[in-house]
Nanobody, 124 residues
Framework: EKQLVQSGGGSVQPGGSLRLSCIASGFTLDDYTIGWFRQVPGKEREGIACIGWKDGCTHYRNAVKGRFTVSTDHAKETVYLQMDSLKSDGAAVYYC?????????????????WGTGTLVTVSS
């Protein structure tokens, strides 16, 4: 069974940082694109970033560009989302997802696996 196990959420002050982890379980990430999504109550889930496992293609939503960084550790089948300079609008439940040979249009994805989700809060 394809699974993505997440960790790294928590509470930070504005301007703080967190690193989220997403670990593949039951499959390898070859030929996959890994996306990061977030959702807050009452709003649609939005894709914020993605990275190709092989081709290195990286895409960032404008709202997070320059502050969030996606990276990979192939040996550990792990994808990270480094979140710097967090703002109040960064508070959400964050999910990772794996799309086979996915494009950078995250809204069109039908992922093969969704992460378990992790909560990020930003408070003064």
């Amino acid at each position: 069974e394809k699974q993505l196990v997440q960790s790294g959420g928590g509470s930070v002050q504005p301007g703080g940082s967190l690193r989220l982890s997403c670990i593949a379980s039951g499959f390898t990430l070859d030929d996959y694109t890994i996306g990061w999504f977030r959702q807050v109550p009452g709003k649609e889930r939005e894709g914020i970033a993605c990275i190709g496992w092989k081709d290195g293609c990286t895409h960032y939503r404008n709202a997070v560009k320059g502050r969030f960084t996606v990276s990979t550790d192939h040996a550990k089948e792990t994808v990270y989302l480094q979140m710097d300079s967090l703002k109040s609008d960064g508070a959400a439940v964050y999910y990772c997802a794996a799309e086979w040979r996915g494009s950078n249009i995250l809204s069109a994805w039908s992922p093969d696996a969704w992460g378990t989700g992790t909560l990020v809060t930003v408070s003064s």
